[in-house]
């Protein structure tokens, strides 16, 4: 296996084999890379919130080893890291204390945290925040160590290689080649032991490349594989699914509290979903469990009481089959049932006790909500957001995936899709007023009329919510009227239950969609963690003997700083812009990187090309698209079909990155130094994954005008002379 490797062993790596080595490092670097996002933010939930933590951890690690690519490393180094958390996350009593972090950090009220506890005390809350920093630390450690050592194996290849541009095209090409993996693996919903068993194989592979031999390092890989089986097994369990977006747990009636319905649905680690049968035969066999007059009236029945006679009902959110079945039950013909997450409708296809999704009544879509409001045509008398509330973000970016459902132009699109007539019911757990009162807001602000609202309670007959009324309110008002027992129960709960809405909170939008926020700030908590970053940046440059890298640093290093930190804002960017016309779908994230990754391939090409087309003029269009694109709204070609609008959507958001390209590559080809360069670029992009907390002040799209500005700096940076390259020649 891969023992030591400094700079004396250099020649153990042929150089005909030094472009292979980098291909297959770069392939395991990013492959692991979104394994622990991935990992980590499932079991530990505070990280699936902040997923971009991760990354930041992961680009300390890769900087550290691409700025000190000439001290020693082994390949041990980084799977012991990996062994540790594997060991951390492997076994029920480490998982649930690693777990409780999101219960610690949930005292900071400024940022919401499903399962959120109140201190008793101010010396509580400081013991809760200190807990939950000091737990978080360690798991970065972790994974800046198992990064520390790919780097500097991937910084040496690359700086020894003869032809840089051509290594910088291979590191390129094995990122891409990561991606895709991963997202394969993801496709066909592989649990995580199947992610560390490639990873193992694809580490073995290279050893044998560069012809390095240690039997130590077979223990550790078969270490890792035995604790990921371990890491898979979850107790109680009847069946776990990872899903293309998160980890699906479903137990039997009666387990982790929940007695209500023969199965419940865990995602990450809590619980989600509800399986009820509220059929006419299950409600009558069981009085007790079900009051007869509550018959009719669950949230899944609701919605479709507010219209004299639905002939079609659309739901978003539609989980594992309850709304649809309240639909069946009220003999509605025409039924859409759409839901992101494939997995869940197979479990619902399955295991739903009504068997919704068997009817020929329901057509289940498996897609994002905006992105099927953008592409139907059809109309409908009924539409039902369920209880569409993420437990994740994407690692690109602070949204979580059900922000963009929420904000007003995309209420604005489903108001667009009403029949005449029709009626929305939208039900969402706001566990803070200011969630419910922005709710009511957007509704407001795009019908023009205060929503009918309510909280239901938490019963046997569904796990309740803040419900709202809105579109043909007259006649959502004349049935209530007409049915005396609806407009008691409503008039009830408002009693009950009283809710405060002055309408006065800001309501997301597509460029700012932060509906868990109260107002347009950072929350305490990002302050928190860009503290807790920068030492772990001192802590870990000292443990890996980075501490002199500021005395390395030069005038040059600013120069791929920048470019690294606009870069990273440029891809943010890209992906929040992308999820509003392409929905926040895994398939519609994945091309959107790959086709950064190709945009830079292409941009290698040219440069090396077309010698003549200097950076001064790639910078000016650089600005200049970004400046442009600041004023386009992409939303405008959501008619477009799917393919063509990957293409335009890809094509546009990319092309700042194929002039970036150049100046990189450039600049690259030229410069001495080149692994700390790379290190400097990924330093840079790290400050660009922290940076990107301002969208919580100014919104996404002026991110637009930071990453012009970001260029424009690292213009000032730039190395001398405008790297003069050979043509590319037959």
């Known amino acids: 296996m891969l023992e030591s490797l400094g700079d004396n062993s250099e020649s153990s790596l042929k150089s005909q084999f030094r472009g292979q080595a980098i291909f297959l490092l770069s392939i395991i670097g990013l492959y692991l890379e979104l394994l622990l996002i991935r990992w980590i933010g499932t079991e530990v939930r505070i990280f699936a919130y902040l997923q971009n933590t991760l990354l930041v951890a992961c680009f300390l690690g890769l900087g550290i080893g691409f700025f000190t690519c000439r001290l020693p490393a082994t390949m041990a180094q980084c799977l012991r890291s990996l062994l540790v958390l594997l060991a951390l996350l492997a076994f029920p009593f480490s998982r649930n204390a690693l777990g409780k972090i999101s219960e610690f950090l949930s005292v900071l009220d400024d940022f919401v945290i499903w399962g959120s506890r109140i201190p008793s005390d101010y010396l509580a809350f400081l013991i809760n925040v200190a807990g939950g920093l000091i737990l978080t630390f360690c798991m970065l450690v972790l994974v800046v160590d198992a990064f520390v050592p790919l780097g500097r194996f991937l910084g040496r290849w690359m700086q020894d290689h003869s032809k840089p541009l051509v290594a910088y095209s291979i590191n390129i090409a094995g990122s891409l080649a990561g991606t895709w993996l991963f997202v394969l693996v993801s496709f066909f919903w592989q649990p995580p032991l199947i992610w560390f068993v490639i990873l193992a194989a694809m580490v073995f592979i290279l050893s044998l490349r560069i012809q390095e031999k240690g039997k130590a390092n077979l223990a550790w890989l078969a270490g890792i594989i035995l604790l990921a089986w371990f890491a898979g097994q979850v107790p109680g369990a009847l069946q776990v699914t990872w899903s293309p977006y998160q980890k699906l747990v479903v137990y039997l009636s009666g387990k982790e509290g929940h007695r209500n319905t023969e199965y419940f649905l865990a995602v990450n680690n809590t619980g989600y979903q509800e399986m009820i049968d509220l059929s006419e035969k299950r409600l009558r066999a069981d009085g007790e469990k079900f009051p007869e007059e509550m018959h009719g009236l669950s949230q899944y029945d609701l919605p479709l009481l507010i219209h004299p006679a639905p002939k079609s009902f659309l739901i978003v959110g539609a989980g594992s089959g309850n709304d649809a079945a309240g639909g069946l039950r009220h003999g509605v013909k025409d039924i859409t049932a759409v839901e992101i ?125 803040v419900m709202f009324l809105a579109g043909d309110l007259n006649r959502v008002k004349s049935q209530i009227a007409k049915n005396p027992r609806l407009g008691a129960f409503i008039e009830k709960l408002q009693k009950d239950y009283p809710l405060s809405l002055p309408l006065t909170t800001i309501p997301a939008t597509d460029d700012w969609p932060y509906i868990y926020l109260s107002s347009p700030r950072i929350p305490v908590l990002f302050y928190l963690l860009a503290g807790l970053m920068i030492l772990l940046f001192f802590y870990t440059s000292w443990r890996w003997k980075a501490s002199s890298l500021f005395k390395q640093w030069h005038h040059s290093h600013w120069h791929f700083f920048f470019l690294g930190a606009a870069f990273l804002l440029l891809e943010v960017q890209n992906i929040s812009k992308a999820s509003v016309v392409l929905g926040n779908t895994w398939e519609t994230n994945a091309p959107i990187i790959s086709g950064v990754l190709i945009m830079a391939l292409f941009a290698n090409w040219v440069a090396q090309r077309f010698p003549g087309f200097g950076s001064g003029p790639a910078y000016g269009m650089l600005i200049a698209v970004c400046v442009a694109l600041y004023f386009v709204d992409l939303a405008r070609f959501a008619f477009l079909p799917y393919a063509a609008k990957v293409v335009v959507v890809g094509g546009l958001t990319t092309l700042p990155m194929f002039f970036s390209g150049i100046i990189f590559a450039r600049s690259f080809a030229t410069i001495q130094g080149r692994g700390e360069a790379m290190g400097a670029n990924i330093f840079g992009a790290l400050a660009g994954a922290l940076l990107q907390s301002v969208t919580f002040v100014v919104g996404i799209k002026a991110l637009l005008l930071i990453v012009a500005g970001l260029y424009l700096f690292s213009w000032f940076f730039k190395p001398p002379g405008d790297g003069v390259l050979k043509p590319i020649t037959a």
């Open 341 to 465: 997450d494939p997995a869940i409708i197979s479990i619902g296809r399955r295991l739903h006790p009504e068997q919704p999704y068997s009817a020929p009544a329901v057509q289940v879509v498996n897609d994002d909500a905006r992105s099927f409001f953008a592409t139907t045509t059809k109309k409908f008398d009924v539409i039902s957001f369920g209880l569409l509330d993420s437990h994740t973000t994407n690692a690109m970016a602070n949204a979580r995936l059900d922000h963009f459902v929420y904000t007003r132009e995309s209420i604005h699109r489903a108001k667009e899709l009403l029949a005449e007539g029709g009626v929305i019911s939208l039900t969402f757990e706001a566990q803070k007023p200011f969630i419910a009162d922005r709710m009511a807001k957007v509704l407001q602000d795009v019908f023009g009329e205060k929503p009918i609202v309510f909280r239901i309670p938490h019963t046997n007959f569904g796990w309740g919510g």
